[in-house]
């Protein structure tokens, strides 16, 4: 698991906990563009055939992470929102380089910190909730963000040496704390 260099403060928390509705809706936005940027990985990359599949079933997760999380939204009686930029995603997309194969290196590594990020904070959601049915979804959701840090650096392995990767992801964390730590706290993810 990657050790991010910046933790969340309480305040996050607490934030979320006090408008938990927007943080739902946010929370299916990000399940959806996460699935996105999987198939965005096929299409880009269609002669990365051992990519391929895992990718898919990548998108395909993400999607039914999507479907969990819009079936809370309805049962709150909430409405999706348009899709809104993500200041924290468009501040790590622009570290990401432009060449074919440091792009396709760069958005891996930057996915894997993502989910990283994820990963920490919806941790930090379900220990914050009482028992009961959110709790396990928020659970789930955390420990799957945890396997998808993983699943990220996989993929970059199979084209990347390790060396190669480690520089990357260093220099990617340091970018991620500029990307998070000044951000306001909000009801959402990021």
């Not at 563009?33 to 990718?55: C, H, N, W």
Request: proline fraction near 3%; include cysteine; charge should be negative.
């Amino acid at each position: 698991m990657i050790q991010l260099r910046y933790q969340t403060p309480e305040a996050w928390t607490q934030g979320v906990l006090a408008d938990f509705d927007a943080f739902l809706v946010d929370h299916a936005a990000c399940e959806r563009k996460a699935s996105a940027t999987g198939l965005q990985f096929v299409v880009r990359y269609p002669d990365r055939i051992e990519m391929i599949g895992p990718m898919i079933t990548f998108a395909r997760e993400e999607l039914t992470h999507f479907q969990q999380a819009w079936a809370w939204v309805k049962k709150r009686n909430l409405r999706l929102t348009s899709d809104e930029k993500d200041t924290y995603i468009r501040r790590l997309m622009q570290h990401v380089r432009t060449g074919r194969d440091e792009r396709l290196l760069d958005r891996l590594i930057m996915a894997a910190v993502v989910e990283a990020r994820g990963h920490e904070r919806f941790g930090l959601v379900a220990a914050a909730l009482p028992q009961g049915k959110l709790k396990t979804f928020y659970t789930s959701i955390c420990e799957s963000e945890g396997r998808h840090t993983d699943f990220f650096l996989e993929m970059a392995a199979l084209y990347f040496d390790e060396e190669t990767i480690g520089n990357r992801l260093d220099d990617f964390l340091d970018y991620e704390v500029e990307a998070i730590a000044d951000l306001p706290f909000r009801a959402a993810v990021h």
